[in-house]
């Protein structure tokens, strides 16, 4: 069996950041630095073939066996729930997943709270550990004009530097997790090719 171990990264800051520490462990693709409009390099040298991918896709390409390994947020893993193997915390990327909005707006009483969110299954998990009523509005973006406008009471979102909470008036209210990336893997991929995606997790493992 081909021992070649395809990489699913996600694009953008976190997939730079991520291929940095490859490049460090040893996992470089002298391609990627001049990359044209090419979505796949590879590394015959070294085994490893990169593909970069929409950050929310990594876990479906991983799951579905379409990339053997990838780097995915602990938000997808815990909203998805793929069946993956999680590998390592690369300790990376870390932010947190927040309830958000006026000071207040998560104490009202004697209706549900609405809360707009993109992570849907993490906010009903969280609401149901504390045995309240929500209505949830699903949103894909710009979550942080729900509050203002008056969608919905709070919002459930991932927090950073909490400059966007800021800038639009709202505060972080209650810290539901927090938040990271995942170097995670198929689990098929795992057992057939074992030894080289070892070698990857234990390598970068010296970098976290
Ligand atoms: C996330 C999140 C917030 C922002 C928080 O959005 O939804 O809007 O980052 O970061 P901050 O605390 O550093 O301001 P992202 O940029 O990932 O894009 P999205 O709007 O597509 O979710």
């Known amino acids: 069996m081909d021992q070649t171990v395809g990489i699913a990264l996600p694009k953008g800051r976190l997939g730079d950041k991520v291929y940095n520490m490859l490049d460090r462990a040893g996992y470089g693709c002298p391609q990627i630095l001049d990359p044209g409009r090419r979505l796949i390099f590879e590394n015959k040298e070294n085994g490893v073939r990169f593909f970069f991918v929409k950050p929310s ?3 479906i390409y991983v799951e579905r066996g379409a990339a053997d390994i990838g780097v ?3 938000d ?3 909203e998805y729930t793929p069946d993956i193997y999680e590998l390592l915390d690369l300790n990376i990327g870390r932010c947190r997943m927040c309830v958000c909005g006026v000071s207040g707006s998560n104490e009202i009483a004697g209706r549900p709270l609405r ?3 993109k992570f849907t299954n993490i906010t009903k998990e969280y ?3 504390l045995s309240r009523d929500i209505d949830i509005i699903h949103l894909n973006g710009s979550i942080e004009l729900a ?3 008056g969608l919905s009471d709070v919002i459930v979102d991932i927090v950073e530097t909490g400059t966007t909470l800021r800038e639009n008036g709202l505060s972080e209210l209650e810290k539901i997790t927090d938040i990271s ?3 995670i893997s198929n689990k098929v991929s795992y057992k057939f090719k074992f030894e080289p995606i070892t070698r ?3 390598k970068l493992a010296e970098f976290v």
Request: net charge neutral.
């Open 127 to 129: 609401y149901s550990s």
């Open 200 to 202: 990857i997790a234990e």
């Open 147 to 149: 509050p203002i406008l």
């Open 76 to 78: 997808i893993l815990l």
């Open 72 to 74: 995915a947020g602990k």
């Open 57 to 59: 896709d990594v876990a």
């Open 115 to 117: 809360v707009a969110t």
């Open 181 to 183: 990336a995942r170097l």
